[in-house]
C-alpha cells in the first residue's frame, strides 16, 4: 500500500483505512470521490494491493485527457485499418489491465458518447475495438472524481445508470484541512524522501515552519504540500529546513486552539497510533518526523511521560 496513505493517526484518514481493508479483497467497483490533490490514485493503488488481482497490472487512464475522436480507441482498442493511421492493432486499456484493475481517474469528464460504451463494458465483460470483434476481460474498475456525479446525473451531463454501476462502494477521501494533525506526518515523510532524492542532509521542519503549515488551508491538498517540502529542501541552507510565509499565499485555518494544544493533540494522535512506541518504523517519533530525542523534549514539555496513563 503505498505510503503516503498509511501515514496519518487522525480519524479522517482511518476511515479511509478501514474502507480499503474492506473492500480491497473484494471485486467490487469502486467510486472514489474527492478534492484535486487529496491523493485518489493513491487510494485505488492501495484497493489494488489489497486486492486479489494485486499480481495483475494497475493501469491508470486520465478520462479528462483524451483526444476527441480517439477516446474509443484508448478504451477499448481498435483493429488495423479502423481509421486513417491506424496501421496496425492496437490494445485498448481495459484489455492492457486484463486480469488487474483500471483506473479510471476524472470519470466525471468521460465524453456523453462514451458514457453508454462504459456502461456496456461494466455490465457484459465485453470490450468491442474500433473495427474489431468483441473481446471478452477480466478487469476491475475503480474511477475517480473531484465532481458531484449526483449533481451531475441531476442535470443530465452524467448518466444515472452508468452512476449507480461506478457507485458500488463509495469511498471518500477528505481534504488535508480536514486532517490537519496528519501534516506533520506527511512533512515528515516528504522530508526524508526529497532529502535523499536531492543529495540533501537530513533534517527537521523549524518550528516556525511547522506553525505555518499547521495554519495552512492547503486549498492543493497532499500534492501542494509535497510540492512545497520539496522546494524547501532544496532551496534551505540551514540547520532546519524553512518555509516562508509568502510560499503559502497568506491562507490560514481560522482556529480556537493554540498552537502549544495542536502540538500536543499531534502527539498524542501519534503515541496513541503506535501503541506507545516512540522508536522504529511505524514509531510516533517517524509519524510525527522528529527524532525521539526531539519528541522526548516535546512530551516533557506537554507533561506527558513515557506511562501510557499519561496519554490515553
Known sequence: MPAELLLGCGPAIEAVRRAVARVGPTDATVLIHGETGTGKELVARAVHASSRRRGGAFVATNCG?????????ELFGHAAGAF????????????????????????????????PLL????????????????????VRVVAATNRDLAADVASGRFRADLFYRLNVFPVRVPPLRERAGDVPELAGHFLRE?????????????????????AHDWPGNVRELRN?????VILSTGPDVAVPQ?????????????????????ILDALRAAGGRVYGPGGAAQ??????????????????????????
Open 287 to 312: 509519524r510525527l518526523g522528529l527524532r525521539p530525542t526531539t519528541l522526548y523534549g516535546k512530551m516533557r514539555k506537554h507533561g506527558l511521560s513515557k506511562d501510557a496513563a499519561s496519554w490515553q
Open 194 to 214: 526529497f532529502a535523499a532524492a536531492h543529495d540533501r542532509p537530513a533534517r527537521e521542519l523549524s518550528g516556525a515552519a511547522l506553525r505555518l503549515l499547521a
Open 65 to 73: 485527457a483524451f483526444v476527441p475522436g480517439l477516446a474509443a480507441g
Open 84 to 115: 486513417t493511421g491506424a496501421l496496425k492493432p492496437r490494445r485498448g486499456k481495459f484489455e492492457a489491465a486484463h486480469g488487474g484493475t483500471l483506473f479510471l481517474d476524472e470519470v466525471g469528464e468521460l465524453p456523453p458518447d462514451l458514457q
Open 246 to 266: 509568502e510560499w503559502l499565499g497568506g491562507s490560514t485555518v481560522a482556529t480556537g486552539r493554540t498552537w502549544a494544544a495542536q502540538e500536543k493533540a499531534r
Open 228 to 232: 512545497v517540502i520539496e522546494r524547501a
Open 119 to 138: 456502461l456496456r463494458v461494466l455490465q457484459e465483460r465485453v470490450v468491442e475495438p474500433v473495427g474489431g470483434d468483441p473481446v471478452q476481460v477480466n
